[in-house]
């Protein structure tokens, strides 16, 4: 459905988009992740066809975002980190403009305008100014505008940014929906833990350029398959601890990191009796424990050396 090839944008001398390549297959969920000027909404604004490619080249339904942007447009709904909605008017008036601005009108409208308050929940709220909204039931306003014609491809940009747990929680679900009814979505978000429950692939982008890309579990496996297991150890007890740990199963290695014991084991669930018994028999408590397992935050920290929320504002 969507194919990216060698894609670059530059404003001057810098390159936002530097060469990145990937596809997304009809009814796909791909997640687009990296920290604020890593490229990604450049590169959503060019598949959008709101900027033009410096070169390479994009399409969509199989209709270059160049030199057919009419056709791509018709198949696309966007929906901006930036809340596009009209305060002054309700919910339904804000859905009809954007209805009508597609050529859509009278009894079908209205149909599709009631489709889309219910799955926001806010059919309730219907007549109510936007003015008065709280947060979340902006963003869920905000999120099905986006879909008001129907749209065969939806881009999502940050749409859980700035609201509350339950409001964030009724949007991912009306994100799964979507890709049930076979939808194609990009999701951008720095939110690793939404990328994992809701993608069926992930492209990581870091200035500009695409540094991995893959299912959860291949790029997971790029880090490896051991978990960590930290914990605080006085320091006359770790010389006695690295040559006895060595003979537990699972083990895999053991070093002083920050300050903490580190065991790198195959499953540190299944290590910690030893650790446990170990501790016993040296009539030591067991100090802020930390068990880590590789995950997309690990991935990302092991390519670009930071924490992909640095950069959040």
Same mark, same amino acid.
């Given at each position: ?30 997640? #687009? ?10 590169? @959503? ?8 490619? +410096? ?17 791509? *447009?018709?198949? !696309? ?20 403009? &954007? ?57 999502? +940009? ?5 609201? +509350? ?6 949007? #991912? ?28 692939? @992930? ?15 291949? !790029? ?17 007890? *770790? ?8 003979? &537990? @199963? ?16 195959? +499953? ?9 018994? &170990? ?13 880590? *397992? ?13 924490? #992909? ?5």
């Amino acid at each position: 459905m969507i194919k990216v090839k060698d894609l670059v944008k530059k404003y001057g001398s810098l390159r936002a988009v530097d060469g990145i390549s990937f596809e997304v297959g009809k009814g796909e969920l791909f997640g #687009l992740l990296g920290p604020n000027g890593a490229g990604k909404t450049t590169t @959503i604004n060019t598949l959008a066809t709101l900027l033009s490619p +410096d070169s390479g080249s994009a399409s969509i339904g199989g209709f270059d975002v160049a030199s057919d942007p009419g056709q791509v *447009r018709r198949l !696309l709904g966007v929906v901006p980190q930036e809340i596009a909605l009209y305060t002054d008017l309700n919910s339904r008036d804000n859905l009809r403009f &954007w209805g009508e601005l597609y050529g859509l009108g009278g009894k079908p409208l209205e149909i599709r305008i009631d489709e889309l308050l219910e799955m926001a929940a806010l059919t309730e709220h219907a007549t109510q100014k936007v003015s008065t909204f709280s947060g979340g039931m902006k963003r869920r306003l905000n999120m099905v505008v986006g879909l008001i014609h129907s749209p065969e491809v939806l881009f999502l +940009d940050e749409p859980t940014v700035g609201i +509350d747990a339950q409001a964030r929680t009724r949007i #991912l679900e009306m994100i799964r929906e979507l890709s049930q009814l076979g939808m194609t979505v990009i999701y951008t978000t720095h939110y690793l833990e939404e990328a994992e429950q809701l993608c069926d692939r @992930i492209g990581v982008i870091d200035k500009g350029r695409m540094v991995a890309l893959g299912d959860k579990e291949e !790029l997971i496996a790029q880090v490896g398959h051991h978990d960590f297991v930290r914990f605080q150890l006085p320091e006359a007890q *770790r010389a006695a601890l690295l040559a006895t740990c060595t003979s &537990w @199963i699972g083990y895999f290695a053991a070093a002083q990191k920050k300050g903490k014991m580190e065991i790198e084991a195959q +499953d540190g669930a299944e290590l910690l009796p030893y650790l446990q018994a &170990w501790l016993k028999e040296q009539n030591l408590p067991l100090d802020q424990l930390e068990i880590e *397992r590789p995950n997309l935050e690990t991935l990302y920290l092991k390519l670009t050396g930071r924490d #992909l929320r640095e950069q959040v504002k």
